[in-house]
Every structure is written in structure tokens, then in C-alpha cells.
């Protein structure tokens, strides 16, 4: 089982951007789910977490502007970016500490990255 992260593209500063993440198959229950992102030349960085019953967190210069989600359903996550800045330039990696697909646990399972890019 691995995640895909959707929905990154090119967009204007102050624009907005939906990022999704789901596993590669029907499974049972996706622990907590955070999204990452990386920037060229730099290391990778927790950007938002969403537990499994529903806390958030966000670091700091995206507090306000992202807001994580997930449905629980249908076991995906979701990233809502809105007042784009440049600075957001980074591939966005959604990760999870756990899936369980029925009897198998599988851990720490990563997305492949989608990029968003923020320029005029």
C-alpha cells in the first residue's frame, strides 16, 4: 500500500491550491496524517498533522492560510492552501504513521510528492 498526493500545479501569489492524498487502494484505517513539503536546497519540513480524531496542527508561516482535513469515510486527507506565497514553492508529500488494511499493519508510509509552485 503506498499514498498519492494530487492537485499541486502553478499558481499567482495570493491564489489557492486543493492537495489530496489517498491510499493506492481500498483500506481499512489511516492513522494520523501530515503533510510535508520540500523546497529546492533545503531539508524536507512538517507543514500540518491531523490526528485520527480530527486535532490539527500547523506550523507557523502556514497558520491561517492552510488548513488540513480528512475524511475519515473514504480514508484521505486533504490540504486546503489558500494566500499563496512564494515562498510555498516546495513538493508537497503527504505521509502517514500507519495504515491498516485488514490484518496487515503497513508504517510510516509516504506519498511521492506533487509541486506546487507560486509565482507571478
Known amino acids: 500500500v503506498q499514498l498519492q498526493a494530487s492537485g499541486g500545479g502553478v499558481v499567482q501569489p495570493g491564489g489557492s491550491l486543493r492537495l489530496s492524498c489517498a491510499a493506492t487502494?481500498?483500506?481499512?484505517?489511516?492513522?494520523?496524517i501530515s503533510w510535508y513539503r520540500q523546497a529546492p536546497g533545503k531539508q524536507r519540513e512538517l507543514v500540518a498533522t491531523?490526528?485520527?480524531?480530527?486535532?490539527?496542527d500547523y506550523e507557523d508561516s502556514v497558520q491561517g492560510r492552510f488548513a488540513i482535513s480528512r475524511d475519515n469515510a473514504r480514508n484521505t486527507g486533504s490540504l486546503h492552501m489558500n494566500n499563496l506565497k512564494p515562498e510555498d514553492t516546495a513538493v508537497y508529500y503527504c505521509?502517514?504513521?500507519?495504515?491498516?488494511?485488514?490484518?496487515?499493519?503497513?508504517?510510516?508510509?509516504w506519498g511521492q510528492g506533487t509541486q506546487v509552485t507560486v509565482s507571478s
Open positions: 487502494k481500498n483500506i481499512t484505517y489511516m492513522n494520523v
Open positions: 505521509y502517514t504513521d500507519k495504515i491498516v488494511d485488514g490484518v496487515y499493519r503497513f508504517l510510516k508510509v
Open positions: 491531523i490526528t485520527s480524531g480530527g486535532i490539527e
